[in-house]
């Protein structure tokens, strides 16, 4: 078969614009040596011959030998590295291994530039219309003589954050620079948005790259057109750029984009620091209790699915950030399923799996604790499986072990849910499927994934701060997290991508089946509360609403502000945000919406209040319910060992 005939061939495929990020980081590094390299013509072991080059004339022998270490510096790390992946390359060619790296997936390449379309005529007409009213603005403005910090001086057509510095204002050449990039940027997804001739995915999917290809090219992100790093390189005499460097090559290294200070969390200790028992262990997940805070608790225990995609502690954060903290004081008894990330051992790990899990989890807490049933939580993609699970329960009449289902920002209807699936079609299927010969894949490639859904926030920003202005790491618990990434049982996740994602199956009553029970998600009668997140870009809101059209049982849906984590992890004492509450039995969202009462602060109240309705019976916070108290056999203490697994 020809090429472009082949699976994933062709502009079609959207793995085909993510190239590898060593292009551009080593461009990046490259610019960083050569930079201050070429600043001087030549010199020797004493600096006595270095010549100015570019830089400003007067500069005393004390600043010539600073600039002189700055770049011997740079050329020295560089060379090291470089060195360095040459011999890790011939090793793994050696062992068969792949050479493809998992930063591969944090840039856009510029092949987007052959899916670019040209428009129409009229449309172009208006471009360079407007390119020469720029022109005009700009330098108008310049003649004049009024600068960035003049009150009366007229606004630049167009803003945006990334360019708030006045540097990018007070020179012609780079707020002529930043204006065209912003036009340039614009006209192109206009242009797409208004293409003839393609399917509405392929269209959402051109628009999808077409925006990221823009914020990858936007001229803040590159040493030798932003402005306010070249001022910060003259003011560091080049020491941002060996931070930056540094920055870069560890990066590389571990083939993850670094977000925080990696030093500043330590899981037990202030993070995930819950106090708790690790009560049952299978080789997929670790079941944790949590210790009392309260004389007495419900009754009903809670069980809560984090997803696998990501550690357990997003809900056990910093202790005022903890979900789990802030529930185990409001008396509940708290049990999390902490998943294992995944390895070769896994490989035949299937959806039935992990529905297996959560039941097994519901049966052990209703007997470890001698109870009839449990609350659970499912979030996001545990939520789906929670959905599942409880069909499957309904199926075999045993849904009454379960009293309700809360779900975060979980989806069972994926015909709306969002950017996610331009990266769903066969070709891309397929490509998944060689970067996991080992049968699961590496996490780093999903968490670059849901970075290029937010490029601008999570990858070009930091290629600024870090690599360009060389500034130090912050200490961001929840970006922490973020980057503490779980390997996925590759059949898993392919299934999941193709039966749920692309074909939609998990909506077609008994089209999927599970441990040999058909689901049908209309049978599910249980007592559900649904969070969604107005900005979530995950999991959209509108998609999640859809579950409201399945189920058969009481639902309340709640609408969050924020998105797929700050919309959830939001403590009622850091007085953020703000929730909606409407008619969950509308007809549409945009119904519920329109008639929805706003509330400021957070939604956990509001959840408390409806789990009380379900049962408010306490009893004693004593036997069992303190874990690893006299007589109650425990294997460790939270948060478990398959968290800290890697």
Same mark, same amino acid.
């Given at each position: 078969m020809a090429?472009?005939?082949? /699976?994933?061939?062709?502009?079609?495929?959207?793995?085909?614009?993510?190239?590898?990020?060593?292009?551009?980081?080593?461009?990046?590094?490259?610019?960083?040596?050569d930079f201050l390299g070429q600043a001087f013509a030549s010199s020797d072991a004493s600096g006595a011959s270095i010549q100015s080059g570019s830089f400003p004339k007067g500069m005393d022998a004390g600043e010539i030998a600073d600039w002189a270490k700055a770049s011997g510096e740079l050329q020295q790390m560089w060379l090291e590295f470089v060195t360095g992946q040459a011999q890790k390359a011939a090793e793994n060619s050696t062992k068969g291994k792949s050479l493809i790296d998992p930063a591969q997936w944090l840039v856009i390449s510029q092949s987007m530039m052959k899916q670019l379309?040209?428009?129409?005529?009229?449309?172009?007409?208006? *471009?360079?219309q407007e390119s020469m009213a720029l022109w005009k603005g700009v330098f108008d403005r310049f003649v004049t003589g009024q600068t960035a910090s003049d009150a009366d001086?007229?606004? $630049?057509?167009?803003?945006?954050?990334?360019?708030?510095?006045?540097?990018?204002?007070?020179?012609?050449?780079?707020?002529?620079?930043?204006?065209?990039?912003?036009?340039?940027?614009?006209?192109?997804?206009?242009?797409?948005?208004?293409?003839?001739?393609?399917?509405?995915?392929?269209?959402?999917? $051109?628009?999808? #790259?077409?925006?990221?290809?823009?914020?990858?090219?936007? /001229?803040?992100?590159?040493?030798?057109?932003?402005?306010?790093?070249?001022?910060?390189?003259?003011?560091?005499?080049g020491q941002n750029l060996v931070r930056g460097m540094r920055h870069l090559i560890n990066d590389l290294k571990r083939g993850q984009l670094t977000h925080t200070d990696p030093d500043a969390f330590k899981l037990g200790e202030n993070l995930?620091?819950?106090?708790?028992?690790?009560?049952?262990?299978?080789?997929?997940?670790?079941? $944790?209790?949590?210790?009392?805070?309260?004389?007495?608790?419900?009754?009903? /225990? *809670?069980?809560?699915?984090? /997803?696998?995609?990501?550690?357990?502690?997003? *809900?056990? *954060?910093?202790?005022?950030?903890?979900?789990?903290?802030?529930?185990?004081?409001?008396?509940?008894?708290?049990?999390?399923?902490?998943?294992?990330?995944?390895?070769?051992?896994?490989?035949?790990?299937?959806?039935?799996?992990?529905?297996?899990?959560q039941i097994e989890a519901i049966d052990c807490v209703r007997a470890r604790l001698k109870v009839p049933q449990v609350h659970t939580i499912g979030y996001c993609v545990a939520g789906t499986t929670l959905a599942a699970t409880l069909a499957v329960l309904a199926r075999r009449g045993e849904d009454h072990k379960v009293k309700s289902a809360t779900f975060f920002t979980a989806q069972v209807d994926f015909e709306r849910s969002g950017d996610l699936k331009h990266f769903i079609d066969d070709g891309q299927l397929e490509l998944i499927s060689q970067l996991s010969p080992e049968g699961y894949l590496d996490g780093r490639y999903l968490a670059a994934t849901f970075n290029a859904l937010r490029g601008k926030d999570l990858i070009w920003n930091y290629v600024v701060n870090n690599y360009l202005l060389g500034e130090d790491y912050p200490a961001f618990d929840l970006l922490h997290w973020n980057g503490d990434v779980t390997n996925l049982p590759a059949k898993w996740h392919n299934d999941y991508l193709r039966d749920l994602y692309r074909d939609n199956k998990l909506v077609v009553p008994d089209a999927l089946s599970a441990d040999g029970t058909p689901i049908d998600l209309t049978r599910v009668t249980t007592p559900s509360y649904v969070q969604a997140g107005r900005e979530d870009h995950i999991a959209p809101a509108e998609s999640v609403w859809r579950i409201t059209d399945h189920f058969a049982g009481p639902v309340d849906f709640l609408l969050a502000g924020s998105g797929h984590i700050a919309g959830v992890v939001n403590p009622p004492a850091a007085n953020k945000?703000?929730?909606?509450?409407?008619?969950?039995?509308?007809?549409?969202?945009?119904?519920?919406?329109?008639?929805?009462?706003?509330?400021?602060?957070?939604?956990?109240?509001?959840?408390?209040?409806?789990?009380?309705?379900?049962?408010?019976?306490?009893?004693?916070?004593?036997?069992?319910?303190?874990?690893?108290?006299?007589?109650?056999?425990?294997?460790?203490? #939270?948060?478990?060992?398959?968290?800290?697994?890697?």
């Open positions: 090429d472009k005939d082949k /699976p994933g061939a062709g502009a079609d495929n959207i793995f085909e614009t993510l190239a590898p990020i060593t292009d551009f980081l080593g461009m990046q590094g490259k610019a960083m040596q379309p040209t428009g129409p005529i009229e449309a172009q007409t208006r *471009l360079a001086a007229p606004a $630049l057509p167009r803003s945006d954050r990334r360019f708030a510095d006045p540097a990018w204002r007070e020179h012609p050449a780079f707020a002529l620079l930043h204006q065209n990039y912003l036009m340039l940027a614009e006209y192109f997804r206009e242009a797409a948005a208004s293409m003839d001739g393609l399917d509405s995915e392929k269209k959402k999917q $051109l628009q999808f #790259a077409i925006s990221a290809l823009s914020e990858a090219m936007s /001229p803040d992100n590159f040493l030798l057109t932003n402005p306010v790093v070249m001022k910060r390189t003259v003011e560091t005499r995930a620091a819950s106090p708790g028992k690790v009560v049952h262990e299978t080789p997929l997940f670790q079941l $944790l209790q949590y210790s009392p805070s309260t004389s007495d608790v419900y009754e009903v /225990p *809670l069980v809560i699915f984090p /997803p696998w995609i990501n550690r357990f502690y997003i *809900l056990d *954060l910093t202790p005022k950030k903890s979900f789990i903290k802030w529930a185990v004081d409001q008396g509940i008894t708290v049990f999390v399923v902490s998943w294992k990330s995944a390895d070769e051992s896994m490989k035949d790990v299937v959806w039935d799996d992990y529905i297996r899990a945000y703000q929730y909606w509450v409407g008619d969950s039995k509308a007809a549409s969202l945009k119904e519920y919406i329109a008639g929805a009462e706003e509330h400021p602060g957070s939604w956990w109240p509001h959840w408390l209040a409806w789990l009380e309705r379900q049962s408010d019976t306490r009893v004693p916070a004593s036997g069992k319910r303190k874990p690893g108290g006299k007589g109650d056999t425990v294997l460790g203490d #939270a948060p478990g060992s398959y968290v800290k697994t890697r």
